[in-house]
């Protein structure tokens, strides 16, 4: 079918312009067209390959290369034991898709008070010795619903309670070894391209490091343990964080790596 006029008319946004709009929109929620969407799929990746310290350009890459997946998600979530919690029926709304928890201050601020064995205060010791803040995730900006919305900052916001949980660093290797974990979880194009990204970036010792340690144990890892996107982390947090990864059939980083992937 031939375009209509008006849309002949309309040219094609180019990258430089959508990059603009990215920048502009904060938290705005933008539906893209086709054209948009490869316009800043490939803007992004090229943007954060040349400065991977840009989380704005690699969660635009996430959400543009990432709907069948996240789709993928969101049907699991609403199959999975916690995901679905019935109130009456299978006919009611899913509770944990109704409460759409977020890993924000206001809301796991408690955990930094938990005892020190347990998984929540694990979390707080990861984020407070790395002044992280989980107010710093980047606002989803690309996806058609607000279900997909909340599945991709779902994900997002999980990271980090999964290098809590499989005690992995935040540094090169330990940020690819988590998206090899990630694309098993999730099947997100956005963590290969990572990995590959990252891999590019090692020098000889973190390469051989990684591929013969760290890429076959998160191989295994993230194959073995339970579906991570389906688990309401927040409700565990009291728990022995020994407890959960075994529960979920987590098997942490081996520590020979985290002696020598610095």
């Known amino acids: 079918m031939n375009p209509s006029p008006s849309s002949r008319s309309r040219?094609?946004?180019?990258?430089?312009?959508l990059f603009i709009v990215i920048a502009m929109i904060g938290g705005a929620t933008v539906h893209l067209n086709r054209?948009?969407?490869?316009?800043?799929?490939?803007?992004?990746?090229?943007?954060?390959?040349?400065d991977p310290r840009r989380v704005d350009l690699v969660a635009a890459l996430g959400?543009?290369?990432?709907?069948?997946?996240?789709?993928?998600?969101?049907?699991?979530?609403?199959?999975?034991?916690?995901?679905?919690?019935?109130?009456i029926s299978a006919a009611v709304p899913l509770l944990f898709l109704l409460e759409r928890p977020r890993v924000i201050a206001s809301k796991v601020g408690h955990a930094w008070d938990l005892?020190?064995?347990t998984f929540g205060a694990s979390y707080a010791r990861f984020m407070g010795s790395r002044t992280f803040s989980p107010d710093d995730r980047p606002p989803v900006r690309f996806m058609?619903?607000?279900?997909?919305?909340?599945?991709?900052?779902r994900a997002r916001e999980v990271h980090d309670f999964w290098h809590t949980l499989f005690g992995l660093p935040t540094n090169l290797l330990g940020e690819s070894a988590l998206k090899v974990i990630e694309f098993?979880?999730?099947?997100?194009?956005?963590?290969?391209?990572?990995?590959?990204?990252?891999?590019?970036?090692?020098?000889?010792?973190?390469?051989?490091v990684f591929f013969r340690h760290y890429f076959p144990w998160a191989v295994q890892a993230g194959v073995r343990c339970t579906d991570l996107m389906c688990i309401y982390y927040e409700r565990h947090f009291p728990e022995d964080r020994?407890?959960?990864?075994?529960?979920?059939?987590?098997?942490?980083?081996?520590?020979?790596?985290?002696?020598?992937?610095?």
């Open 11 to 17: 040219p094609i946004p180019s990258a430089s312009s």
């Open 35 to 50: 054209w948009q969407q490869a316009a800043v799929a490939v803007g992004s990746a090229v943007g954060a390959l040349l």
């Open 63 to 87: 959400e543009t290369t990432g709907k069948p997946a996240f789709e993928r998600v969101l049907e699991r979530m609403k199959n999975s034991p916690e995901g679905r919690e019935r109130l």
């Open 115 to 117: 005892p020190e064995n």
């Open 144 to 153: 058609d619903t607000d279900e997909l919305a909340y599945v991709a900052m």
């Open 184 to 208: 098993e979880q999730m099947y997100l194009p956005m963590c290969l391209l990572s990995v590959m990204a990252g891999t590019a970036r090692f020098n000889e010792k973190q390469r051989t």
């Open 242 to 262: 020994e407890d959960v990864r075994r529960r979920w059939g987590i098997v942490p980083a081996p520590t020979i790596l985290k002696i020598t992937s610095d």
